[in-house]
């Protein structure tokens, strides 16, 4: 059964029912099995949702899936971080025994700004994926690659491959983790836990890639390459705090050319050849324009 709050347009519970997982759709079978996607509908907002297991059907068979959405404009999905966990976060703490099947259910409230999001250490970010698999997972999705990468750990790969990329590089996504790829949920970047027969069976006569995630490491990070060394050397650095800060700073109408000017200035600084006002001034710079 699907329930929706109040202002959700059928034409948006239509295209979330079908981009929605099903019955044994998450790559884990653990009874703490998450999985998250982020989707821009046709109307132009943002659906970021959180699946988990719930329980067995009336069958007797498991793998049922309850999957928790949460539907936001676009530019307030920026402002919130632009990354699925503090939207998981925001519906997770309600026990799927304590939801209520019905017409309706109460609104979420959700963060108002990037700065509210929790700031992670690089260990709790991630673990066991390198840093140079990450950011050849961003810069898969700058490009808007189709493919299926497979990690150990999909969500946290995900949210960590983002948190590497300028806040406003992260809109207009269509991309999983934890599920397990289906042509039906239009998703162009899926992350699983592993590459089976059955995904290379859904894949098969698709302009879809395959890609391993131990693979990655030293693949050609495009366009913003200088961007991604940045962040994945303070992160090995310990400076995750103020890596992602950057990285949110970094909110409307940052070009390419300008976000790899603050990457200049940054390095530049980290080489004591700037002062750290230099990069001031250029937020404050382009804050105002």
Not at 15 to 26: K, M
Not at 55 to 62: A, F, I, L, V
Not at 227 to 254: C, K, N, T, Y
Not at 256 to 283: N, Y
Request: proline share 4%.
């Amino acid at each position: 059964m699907v329930s929706a709050s109040s202002g959700v347009r059928t034409q948006e519970r239509t295209e979330i029912t079908r981009r929605s997982p099903s019955h044994g759709a998450l790559c884990s079978t653990a009874s703490d099995a998450r999985a998250v996607a982020i989707s821009t509908l046709a109307t132009g907002r943002v659906c970021v949702s959180l699946s988990r297991l719930a329980g067995e059907e009336h069958t007797g068979r498991g793998g049922r899936v309850w999957t928790d959405v949460v539907l936001v404009d676009a530019p307030d999905f920026i402002r919130a971080g632009g990354c699925p966990g503090t939207f998981a976060e925001a519906v997770a703490s309600a026990p799927l025994a304590a939801a209520k099947l019905g017409p309706s259910i109460e609104k979420v409230t959700l963060p108002a700004t990037a700065a509210n999001r929790r700031v992670c250490s690089r260990p709790a970010v991630v673990q066991g994926v390198r840093d140079g698999t990450l950011a050849a997972m961003a810069a898969l999705l700058l490009e808007r690659c189709s493919c299926v990468v497979a990690v150990a750990d999909p969500v946290a790969a995900l949210e960590g491959a983002l948190m590497l990329l300028p806040l406003a590089l992260r809109g207009e996504l269509n991309v999983s983790a934890g599920l397990r790829f289906a042509n039906s949920r239009r998703v162009t970047f899926c992350v699983v836990e592993q590459i089976d027969v059955d995904t290379r069976r859904a894949t098969r006569g698709h302009p879809v890639a395959l890609l391993a995630g131990d693979d990655l490491a030293g693949r050609s990070l495009g366009i913003l390459g200088p961007w991604l060394e940045l962040m994945m050397r303070w992160w090995s650095e310990e400076r995750v705090g103020e890596a992602i800060a950057l990285a949110d700073s970094l909110q409307v109408g940052w070009s390419p050319r300008e976000i790899l000017e603050v990457a200049a200035v940054c390095e530049a600084i980290d080489r004591h050849e700037e002062d750290p006002e230099r990069l001031e001034a250029l937020l404050a710079r382009r804050a105002a324009a």
